[in-house]
C-alpha cells in the first residue's frame, strides 16, 4: 500500500461531535477533504446549517444532526438517525465539549458536572453505543476523542479551570482504556491533544493572555486553522494502524516547559 493510499479516507463514513465550528468543523474539513462521508452533530441548527454549507461548498458529502450531547438518553436515537442515513461509522470523533472558568474554593457545582458531563460522560456513552452497535460486530473501528494538552497540567495564573483540566486527563486516560479493551475487537482509540487554538471555546482566554501564550510556546505562535488537519487524519486513517492508546499533543511546543 502506497502513502498515499495510507492516508486516504474513501469509502469511510466519520461522525463527528461538535462538528460546526472551530476544532470540529475545521477536523470535518481534513476528514472530508480525505473522501470521508461526514456526519456531524452540534445543539445549534443554524450553525450546522452554515457549516454544512461551507462543507458541500468544498465537495464534502455531509449531513447533520441536531443534538444536545448533554441529554444522554438521546444518544441511541441519534445513532439510529446516523446509521439510517450512512448506513455505518467508521470513524467517531468525540469533540464536543465545555469549559468554565473559577476559582477551585468557589467552582459552582453545576459548572462541575456540566464540564465533566460534556467532556467525560457523553464521549464514554457515544464511544459505547457506538462500539457495542457497529465497530464490534465489524470487528474494526477507529474512534478518537479530543482532549487537550490542558491534560498534563495545572492551571497557570488567570486561568482557573479545574473541571476543564480534570476533564480533559480523564479523557486521555478513557482513550487508552478503551484501547486497552477494544483493541481485540480490531478498535483503535486515540486522544488528540490541541493546546491553544482560535475557537470560542478559548478566544477568551486568547485575548486575554495571548502575547503570553506565544511567548511561552518554542514555537512562539499558537495553532492555526490547518495545524490539527493532518494529525486527525494520520489518527482516523491506516497510516496509524499500529497506534492505539496514545495522546497526541500539537500545542507548539508549550507543554516542554
Known amino acids: 500500500m502506497s502513502v498515499k493510499q495510507l492516508f486516504d479516507l474513501s469509502g469511510k463514513t466519520a461522525l463527528i461531535t461538535g462538528g460546526s465550528r472551530g476544532l470540529g468543523l475545521q477536523m470535518a474539513e481534513a476528514l472530508g477533504e480525505m473522501g470521508a462521508k461526514l456526519a456531524i452533530t452540534a445543539r445549534k441548527a443554524e450553525e450546522?446549517?452554515?457549516?454544512?454549507?461551507?462543507?458541500?461548498?468544498?465537495?464534502?458529502?455531509?449531513?447533520?444532526?441536531?443534538?444536545?450531547?448533554?441529554?444522554?438518553?438521546?444518544i441511541p436515537g441519534l445513532i439510529d438517525d446516523v446509521l439510517a442515513q450512512?448506513?455505518?461509522?467508521?470513524?467517531?470523533?468525540?469533540?464536543?465539549?465545555?469549559?468554565?472558568?473559577?476559582?477551585?474554593?468557589?467552582y459552582p457545582d453545576e459548572a462541575w458536572n456540566k464540564v465533566m458531563n460534556l467532556n467525560?460522560?457523553?464521549?464514554?456513552?457515544?464511544?459505547?453505543?457506538?462500539?457495542?452497535?457497529?465497530?464490534?460486530?465489524?470487528?474494526?473501528?477507529?474512534?478518537i476523542i479530543t482532549a487537550s494538552v490542558a491534560a498534563f497540567k495545572g492551571t497557570p495564573p488567570g486561568m482557573n479551570t479545574v473541571a476543564y483540566n480534570t476533564s480533559k486527563a480523564a479523557a486521555v486516560h478513557l482513550a487508552r482504556?478503551?484501547?486497552?479493551?477494544?483493541?481485540?475487537y480490531g478498535i483503535r482509540v486515540n486522544s488528540i491533544c490541541p493546546g491553544f487554538f482560535p475557537s470560542k471555546?478559548?478566544?477568551?482566554?486568547?485575548?486575554?493572555?495571548?502575547?503570553?501564550?506565544?511567548?511561552?510556546?518554542?514555537?512562539?505562535?499558537?495553532?492555526?486553522?490547518?495545524?490539527?488537519?493532518?494529525?486527525?487524519?494520520?489518527?482516523?486513517?491506516?497510516?496509524?494502524?499500529?497506534?492505539?492508546?496514545?495522546?497526541?499533543?500539537?500545542?507548539?511546543?508549550?507543554?516542554?516547559?
Do not use: C
Open 48 to 74: 450546522l446549517a452554515q457549516a454544512k454549507a461551507h462543507l458541500q461548498a468544498l465537495g464534502i458529502e455531509v449531513v447533520t444532526f441536531t443534538n444536545d450531547l448533554q441529554k444522554f438518553d438521546a
Open 86 to 106: 450512512l448506513g455505518t461509522i467508521d470513524i467517531l470523533v468525540n469533540n464536543a465539549g465545555a469549559t468554565w472558568g473559577a476559582k477551585a474554593e468557589d
Open 120 to 143: 467525560v460522560s457523553a464521549p464514554f456513552f457515544l464511544s459505547r453505543e457506538v462500539a457495542r452497535r457497529v465497530m464490534i460486530p465489524r470487528g474494526q473501528g477507529n474512534i
Open 177 to 184: 482504556t478503551l484501547a486497552s479493551e477494544w483493541g481485540p
Open 201 to 257: 471555546l478559548a478566544s477568551g482566554l486568547i485575548d486575554k493572555l495571548g502575547d503570553q501564550l506565544i511567548a511561552r510556546a518554542p514555537l512562539r505562535r499558537i495553532g492555526g486553522e490547518e495545524d490539527l488537519k493532518g494529525a486527525v487524519v494520520y489518527l482516523a486513517s491506516d497510516a496509524s494502524r499500529h497506534m492505539t492508546g496514545q495522546a497526541l499533543v500539537l500545542d507548539g511546543g508549550s507543554s516542554l516547559i
